[in-house]
């Protein structure tokens, strides 16, 4: 199932990736995850993403949780393969590979590590969108890659390339959202890419939400982004309070961790990560499990 221009809305989770005991990954919770997900109303998957810890998967380790995933969900909603390398020769590859396999889009990260010229950013780019027929999402986010792709840069790169159909802006700044309309009106998807930002990028003009916490609570999460496209500030903004805590929690350096914890806590996944991660410990565990346990005992009753 393929996205089609009109097809880039609603909460897209980058789903995170689920390990067993001896740190393989974990398909048969991966299938019964996605589509638990599909079923509260998200509307593609995206892996492996950043917290889809992708960057310490394998090759062919990605493609085979692509092939789970569209096994799993890919008659109902279109699987989003994230493209992220420090070499453009594996992107490319792993962007082949994914269309191949059936996957629908893809989520096109610049290049890991290296923080080149936007010359070199933008080739590397080029390169993968080129790769394929498949429509593509633009994945900035400054903080983590150290590139900001502004919203001049994005306008020329649509100019450039008609399958590049969204942009997921984890620039934690509103008026990115704004300066993207004002270049490219509808003629580019802007999804959220921070979970604590929704109400702000939705005010703003975005139609979508690279989710997080919807991992752990994906009913919480569509509920919140329809009240907010529907314009119902009043009924968002309260369930927005109550969901901030946790939302914080995908913008800090452990929120691969922290979602995962939340996951665990909610009965519906583990804690296990791969190295050099390590699940979270000591005080920054108790304070993580407090504010958990404090969301989840005034969780409020959202109809689905």
Known sequence: MHLEPHTWRGVMPAITTPFDDAGAIDHAFLARHAA??????CTAIIAPGSLGEGNTLTHAERVDLWRTLL???????????????????EAVALARDAAATGCGGLMVLPPYVHKGPWSEVQAHMDAVFAAT?????????????????????????????????????????????TALRA???????????????????????A???????????????????????EGRWHEATALYRWFLPLLRMDTVPEFVQLIKLVQAEVGMGSERVRGPRLPVAGTARDAALATIRAALAARPHVAH
């Not at 638990?36 to 109303?41: P, Q």
């Not at 109902?76 to 070499?87: D, G, M």
């Not at 306008?155 to 959202?177: C, M, N, Y």
């Open 36 to 41: 638990w997900l599909v079923d509260a109303g």
């Open 71 to 89: 096994q799993a969900v890919g008659t109902r909603v279109p699987v989003v393969a994230a493209i992220a390398s420090a070499s453009t020769r």
């Open 133 to 177: 027929r498949l429509p593509c999402m633009l994945y900035n986010n400054p903080h983590a890659y150290g590139v900001d792709i502004d919203a001049r840069q994005v306008a020329g790169f649509a100019a450039r390339h008609a399958k590049l159909h969204a942009v997921k802006d984890s620039s934690g700044d509103a008026r990115r959202i």
């Open 183 to 205: 270049e490219l009106g509808d003629r580019v998807a802007c999804f959220v890419g921070l979970d604590d930002m929704l109400i702000e990028g939705v005010a703003a003009g």
């Open 207 to 229: 139609v979508g939400w690279v989710a997080g916490l919807v991992n752990a609570m994906p009913v919480e999460s569509v509920r919140l982004f329809e009240l907010a496209r």
